[in-house]
């Protein structure tokens, strides 16, 4: 029972069936989660709900008699003008359109707007559109087509991402990753004992080691491995990911990607026999060359015309340096195939630099090789090999100081190690290639640099060779002023 | 020391101008030449002209050095004939030696090396 203002008790139903009929709607309205709008024939707003301020954040009277498209998204604009257009022209039917909407911070929102023409409607007069709220649903379906188009472009690049926390040793592998290690769908153990299982047996211990030491110091991986599958056959994969850090500035897991490089192993592969074979034919001709200037000295031992020795000494001369070119494109191709060999010996360095110094100085007019030695040192390994590395630093410095007349070599040891040092003043190596100058093929992009004769692999040739007998190999130099490489070898220790 | 005759060196190599240029350094080095191209002649050696060295390309036409070599060493007339194999491929080294070859020379050989190693396997015969 109700009470009115003098108090007499009156009858709910009879007296306020309007007014509560009127206030239920109005509290559906205004209790909505939806935005309500009652926009006239020219599309502005004659009512707005109050529930655009917790929606959109503004306040009712500030969209009244307001053109309802300037709430709109610009590039929805269009669309929505289209849909009202369309329903001026069918009085008492409905449309149904997506449209971002714009709210108070200038963000926008998704919404479903539907909007019903009643501008006949005497009750009514306006068109009436509800705004449902559709921006968690929108964001939902972005993120599974951002996550199909992830899995397609995996999959059509044959490119597989994973996931690896580290504390824990938990992996998670997209499809295409299973699809590179040849697995079954859904069969990859998720941890890091599976992948490692994974491994080429030969590979196993580096790539483990490799992986474990960037995730411990963070930083970016780039390495490569075989792989078994389980029907059999291996394949080569190129691991490429990054580390991060959690809040600690920890590394806290590795993120990145698996490809597969098998042909490009095998292409790798098929060059270099391909290098290998040529030099292989290379050699033939050369022996038969190298046999008949010997056979033209001796018959021409006594020939009074001096000019007949030096064009045999130059003979002779270019047949060693293309014996030599055609050594390193074997030696090279070798390398890259694994198979180079190497002898195990004690070497006299001392006796071999001293050797090499006095066999470049019989060809060189131009520069005076001065070396620097005092006693026998003695290292373990391949003499023919580290002469060639000598030979190759030597000449190197005689050919890139063509204005300069000195070579300065020396070498020196202390109890562990031998230092050896070759010293020119030509024209020098600019930082940024200081380390480049090392990868095979590499030529410094000088133009300067591009006249000087040489096929960019001795000085790869020269680590490479260095480093299988536990040594450095390494430069100073100033551009313009000079360079000095460095080599250092372990001494053969005493046992 | 004076030798009674000279040394005969047998060259079987497929390549004509390697034969040629060998013969002519061995015949300026003092010893008889003999040349061949294949290893048929191996087959037809008689025991009153053997050779005193015999010097073998590894790579003949058909023909793999390293069998012949074996073959040589597996038989009693021939065993004791100092045998050089050559190869444009030093990595055949082993192979050379395990088929009992007395030396091995990769190519190119130096004109030095090579008449120093069958002066020095002549020496020891």
């Known amino acids: 029972m109700a009470r009115n203002e003098n108090g007499k008790q009156m009858p709910l139903t009879t007296e306020t069936s309007a007014d509560s009929s009127e206030r239920r709607f109005r509290a559906l309205i205004e209790y909505s989660s939806d935005i309500i709008v009652l926009v006239n024939v020219r599309g502005q707003v004659i009512y707005i709900s109050s529930s655009i301020t917790a929606i959109l954040g503004y306040e009712p009277e500030e969209w009244m008699h307001n053109p309802i498209l300037a709430l709109v998204h610009p590039s929805d604009v269009s669309q929505v003008q289209q849909a009202f257009d369309d329903l001026l022209q069918t009085p008492g039917q409905s449309r149904r359109v997506d449209c971002r909407l714009r709210c108070k911070d200038g963000e926008y929102r998704w919404f479903e707007a539907t909007s019903t023409n009643l501008l006949a409607n005497p009750d009514v007069g306006a068109l009436v559109n509800t705004f449902h709220d559709i921006t968690a649903r929108k964001q939902s379906a972005n993120a599974e087509r951002n996550q199909e188009r992830f899995e397609l472009v995996q999959q059509a690049a044959h490119i597989g991402t994973f996931e690896w926390i580290v504390p824990g040793d938990t992996i998670s592998w997209a499809t295409e990753a299973e699809a590179l290690y040849g697995l079954p769908l859904g069969s990859f153990g998720g941890h890091f004992a ?6 080429h047996p030969e590979d196993r211990e580096r790539a483990v080691a490799e992986v474990r030491q960037v995730a411990a110091e963070g930083g970016d991986l780039d390495t490569v491995f075989r792989v078994c599958w389980p029907d059999g056959s291996v394949h080569w994969l190129r691991a490429l990911a990054r580390v991060f850090s959690d809040e600690q500035g920890q590394p806290y897991r590795m993120v990145g990607v698996n490809l597969d490089i098998t042909e490009n192993k095998a292409q790798e592969q ?35 015309d001096p000019q007949v020795h ?15 070119l055609v050594s390193e494109l074997l030696d090279m191709s070798k390398i890259q195939m694994g198979q180079l060999p190497y002898q195990t010996k004690r070497v006299d360095l001392d006796e071999l630099l001293r050797e090499i110094v006095e066999d470049i100085q019989a060809i ?14 003695y290292v373990r390994g391949d003499r023919e090999r ?40 030509g024209i020098g190596i600019a930082e940024a290639d200081r380390e480049r100058i090392f990868e095979r093929f590499y030529q410094a992009p000088d133009p300067l640099e591009q006249t000087y004769p040489g096929l960019g692999i001795s000085l790869y040739l020269s680590r490479t060779i260095i480093q299988r007998h536990q040594g450095r190999l390494w430069v100073e130099s100033r551009k313009g002023k000079g360079s000095t490489f460095w080599v250092s070898l372990p001494l053969e220790s005493r046992e | 020391m004076v030798q009674e005759k000279q040394n005969t060196i047998l060259v079987i190599d497929d390549d004509p101008d390697i034969i040629m240029f060998l013969q002519f350094l061995l015949d300026d080095a003092g010893y008889t030449v003999v040349t061949a191209p294949t290893g048929t002649i191996l087959g037809q050696l008689q025991e009153e002209t053997l050779p005193d060295l015999i010097l073998l390309d590894l790579l003949l036409s058909g023909e793999d050095g390293c069998i012949l070599t074996q073959q040589l060493k597996g038989q009693a007339m021939t065993a004791h004939i100092p045998v050089i194999l050559y190869s444009a491929h030093p990595g055949a080294e082993r192979e050379a030696k395990v088929a009992g070859a007395d030396a091995f020379l990769a190519k190119p050989f130096g004109i030095d090396d090579i008449l120093a190693i069958i002066a020095r396997l002549l020496d020891h015969s």
């Open chain 1, 194 to 199: 599976a992948w490692e299982a994974t491994l």
């Open chain 1, 310 to 324: 030096l064009f045999l000494d130059r003979k002779e001369a270019q047949l060693n340096k293309l014996t030599l």
């Open chain 1, 364 to 377: 060189t007019t131009t520069h005076q090789i001065i070396l620097q030695d005092n006693a026998s040192v």
């Open chain 1, 386 to 425: 580290l002469g060639h590395v000598l030979f190759n630093l030597i000449s190197n410095a005689v050919k890139y100081s063509p204005r300069a007349n000195q070579v300065l070599v020396w070498i020196s040891h202390d109890e562990e190690q031998v230092l050896i040092s070759v010293q020119d003043f």
């Open chain 1, 270 to 304: 098929r060059k270099d026999n391909f290098i290998n074979m040529a030099s292989h034919e290379l050699k033939t001709p050369i022996t038969s060359l190298i046999g008949y200037t010997h056979l033209l000295r001796s018959r021409l031992k006594e020939h009074p």
